[in-house]
């Protein structure tokens, strides 16, 4: 079941980098985009979230998928974010630069996350968090809200970064690039 939601996420993460490439090719601005990637990520870590008191597998996978897809919009946007404020002939530090930042954030994400799981999880199963939530699902809700919040957090920070230009005919999403 671990390698199945990891191959939807995968896939949600294509699709993502794959509707990220074809808006951004378009013109849209890559930090309001980022911002879709990460309103995404905030819907999908709620269906996650909801799926275990309605014990429902197709809303978690929908939520993991959903998870990739932020995760893939997001990523794709903030690199190419980030390759075009590069100054010249400085790309490929930019580059190396952005990928060890992913890298080390996802490292310590995990690790974090752990932790929160399992400290969590061995309160609620001692009973300590009362009734309702002595629950196996317990430690992973509280990473998740954990997401959530970051995600609002990251909102926060990309907003002011996004630029708003009126919409190209035809396209929605299309903006005059902000660099």
């Known amino acids: 079941a671990t390698t199945a939601m990891t ?9 993502g980098f794959a509707l990220a490439a074809r808006v951004l090719r378009r013109g849209a601005d890559p930090y309001r985009l980022a911002a879709f990637g990460a309103v995404a990520g905030l ?3 709620t269906l996650v979230i909801f799926a ?10 929908l939520g993991v998928a ?3 897809f932020g995760a893939g919009l ?15 002939g ?6 190396g630069i ?5 890298a080390s954030a996802a490292g310590a994400a995990v690790a974090a996350g752990g932790l929160l799981r399992d400290g969590v999880g061995t309160l609620a199963d001692a009973g300590t968090l009362g009734p309702v939530l002595a629950n196996p699902a317990t430690g992973y809700v509280a990473v998740y809200l954990v997401e959530v919040a970051l995600l609002f957090g990251t909102l926060a ?12 005919p035809g396209f929605g999403l299309a903006q005059q690039p902000t660099i």
């Open 52 to 61: 275990a008191p309605f014990e429902s597998v197709g809303l978690f996978a």
């Open 90 to 95: 400085q790309v490929g530090v930019t580059l």
């Open 43 to 45: 819907a999908a870590f």
């Open 7 to 15: 191959a939807v996420l995968a896939v949600g993460g294509l699709l």
């Open 66 to 68: 959903g998870i990739g």
């Open 74 to 88: 997001f990523a794709h946007c903030t690199l190419t974010a980030a390759m075009a404020t590069a100054a010249h």
């Open 157 to 168: 920070a990309v907003g002011p970064l996004a630029r708003w230009a009126p919409a190209q």
């Open 98 to 102: 952005w990928g060890a930042v992913q």
